[in-house]
């Protein structure tokens, strides 16, 4: 089974193919032009920006704690028969992304387990992936979907830079 190119959804059915990438709908195609130009960021530029970007203060915190990067937590809550799951993801600092793992562990850990059969299946394998995120060493690597955030954030603002260009002069 495939997935979005742009979300990460699962295509079960349709979807839509552009130069070898795979989009589940209309908008997510939209974003095709700026994934091929994320692909094209040279990689010198992509590691000054990582670098600069690594090193700032917290989005979220606005402090500076240690390195910037993607940390993922993972949520689960259900109604009797209706259970949803999902990953969220933050781009701050360790501090603020094991805060957020805490939370979402409690979360899961009150609300998962009130459906069948989902609840029952899901909730521990959420909080499992929760601790293991919590008891995981900060790495001195920026992660691969950090450098994808920063290349599709330096592609935004190229093409950004190019379509108003014309109006202003
Ligand atoms: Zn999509
Ligand atoms: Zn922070």
Known sequence: MSSCDQCGK???????????????????????PLLEMADRVPSDILQRHVDEWRRSACPKCKQNHGAIDVHEHHRVHSLVLMTQWST???????????????????????????GFPWG???????????????????????????????????????????????ATR
């Open 88 to 114: 969220r993801r933050n781009v701050c600092c360790r501090r603020c992304g094991r805060r957020e793992q805490l939370l979402s562990t409690l979360y899961c850990a009150t609300l998962g387990w009130w």
């Open 10 to 32: 699962s295509i079960l059915f349709g979807g839509r193919k552009l130069d070898g990438r795979r989009y589940c709908s209309a908008a997510c195609a939209r974003a095709h």
């Open 120 to 166: 029952l299946l899901v909730t521990p394998v959420q909080i499992a992936r929760n601790v293991a995120a919590l008891c995981k060493s900060d790495s001195a690597q920026p992660s691969a979907r950090f450098e994808q955030i920063v290349r599709r954030q330096i592609a935004r603002r190229y093409l950004e830079a190019q379509s108003s260009a014309p």
